[in-house]
């Protein structure tokens, strides 16, 4: 594979001041929060346009395009090199953005609009994912692919806890068209910012990215994961522990704060208590760099984390709920993060694209489709049983990992 603009040898000490890291964490930041500030948007909008069960639809079929093409996403990326991909959809997200605030300002809203920019983002979403995913491995040596997940984490909770309220001031201030264009201004500065981003080259032994039918492409990818002693069960436990943390913590928790009587106002507290704890994990990797026995720790990160999971439906009030918010989230962020640094390490480097797909498939775009179930099943048995299965899940993942030799020795790289 030709070396792109720009690129520079992965070779040397890459510290997080870097100016190219620092311009690769502003773009993720500022893609992240426009994220947020794009869905409050769309569902402000999609609640003024319909009935509260179309709004859910609109919101729904977002989701539904990133899981049916989230792995063709990883193959462009390896295909065309990430960083093209990456600014190809950033470029297609902010003209759609900014065209809907247009349209929102020139015509009365419709259902059909609001759907149709949601199954575009949907779309371009399954494209930007996996080359945003690809790029660590490109700007930065792989001493310091732990610390820029640790960083990607602080910009992820950052975003979350501005993007919201962001959102909701401009929608009150200047109503859904604002907010849209306020969306596509921070993807535009996300753009600006990966434009200045240098890419590195791939590796001699990575370079010769196999070329073929986007069909052929894929199994590939896919067989490099089964074989692989690492990638296969780390990619399992992540998985795992995504299916069991995430129903929990969506819809779980509104309907446990429901029936406790804790209110929005409590859960909310419980949410940014995860936020809290997940941003203390980040901030451990991102200044440590590195931890020693890194799939071990992974493993008894999900182990632990189980515990408060469970716990969380059995605690007699809100402020022992927020405890176990700040344990979940420390336990979820600290396993996170290595995970994806052991994915990224462990990758082969024509393959990485691909790689990243198959483990945001499972976190953005199959982990999700639970939702539904830990909803019927809460309405059926209850609160306490569902968090104990959920709990019961993670343990189950951490357990799978610990069985593997090849995982518990896996070790990122000096």
Known sequence: MPAERGAFPLGGHYRHRDVNVLRWLGAYTASMVGDSVYFMALAWEAARSGSPAQAGLVLALGSVPRAVLMLGGGVLADRFGPRRVVIGSD??????????????????????????????????????????????????????????????????????????????????????????????????????????????????????????????????????????????????????????????????????????????????????????????????????????????????????GAVPVGALAFVPNAALAIVAGVLIGLFAGLGGALGAALVQTHSAPACLGRVTSVQMLFALGLAPLCHPVVGVAIDAWGTRPVFAVSAGVCAAGALAGLCVRDLRRAELPH
């Open 91 to 304: 470029a297609v997200r902010c003209a759609v953005i900014l065209g809907t605030a247009a349209a929102l300002l020139l015509t009365s809203p419709s259902l059909g609009l609001l759907i149709t920019v949601a199954l575009v983002f949907g779309t371009v979403d399954a494209l930007f994912l996996p080359a945003v995913g690809a790029l660590p491995p490109r700007i930065a040596g792989p001493a310091q692919l732990a610390r820029l997940q640790g960083l990607r984490g602080l910009a992820a909770r950052v975003a979350h806890v501005t993007g919201a309220p962001l959102g909701g001031l401009v929608v009150a201030l200047g109503g859904s068209a604002a907010a849209f264009a306020a969306a596509g201004a921070l993807f535009a500065a996300s753009l600006a910012l990966l434009f200045a981003v240098r890419i590195a080259p791939l590796p001699a032994d990575g370079a010769e990215a196999v070329r073929g039918t986007a069909r052929r492409e894929l199994a590939d990818g896919l067989r490099h994961i089964r074989h692989h002693r690492v990638l296969a069960p780390v990619i399992l436990v992540i998985a795992i522990g995504e299916l069991g943390f995430v129903g929990p913590l969506n819809i779980g928790l509104t309907l446990l704060a429901q029936q406790r009587g804790w209110g929005a106002a409590g859960m909310g507290w419980i949410v940014a208590a995860f936020g809290a704890g997940a941003a203390a994990a980040s901030l451990l990797i991102a200044v440590r760099g590195r931890l020693e026995r890194a799939g071990l720790v992974q493993c008894l990160a999900l182990l632990a």
